[in-house]
Nanobody, 125 residues
Framework: VQLQASGGGLVQSGGSLRLSCVVTGFTLDRPAIGWFRQAPGKEREGVSCLSTLNDITHYSDSVKGRFTVSRDAAKNTVYLQMDNLRPEDTAMYYC???????????????????WGQGTLVTVSS
């Protein structure tokens, strides 16, 4: 099982970025998968999660209305579209999956067993 995240970078406040996570070793038709972030000195938080079983999404209050998680099952890829970015969104972003559960809420509020490497997002003011 591997998750490969990419797409981070430097963007100005109000700008947009799209992160991608290519997965191998499992298919996007049942597990929950999503995005976590960790800023310096802060705990890791689940920000956007998706159930690949029923397409139910869960977002943290801090990103609701600005971030959108989606998948392309044919490409084994999960995306995080981030709009109206703010300096407080600056963090290392990780994709993660829970192969034993399908609940997006559960994933975002748990410690998943499968992680990818992070991709850094920096939002300047």
């Amino acid at each position: 099982v591997q998750l490969q995240a990419s797409g981070g970078g430097l963007v100005q406040s109000g700008g947009s970025l799209r992160l991608s996570c290519v997965v191998t070793g499992f298919t996007l038709d049942r597990p929950a998968i999503g995005w976590f972030r960790q800023a310096p000195g802060k705990e890791r938080e689940g920000v956007s999660c998706l159930s690949t079983l029923n397409d139910i999404t869960h977002y943290s209050d801090s990103v609701k209305g600005r971030f959108t998680v989606s998948r392309d099952a044919a490409k084994n890829t999960v995306y995080l579209q981030m709009d109206n970015l703010r300096p407080e969104d600056t963090a290392m972003y990780y994709c993660a999956a829970d192969l034993g559960h399908s609940s997006s809420y559960f994933l975002c509020n748990s410690h998943p067993g499968n992680w990818g490497q992070g991709t850094l997002v920096t939002v300047s003011s």
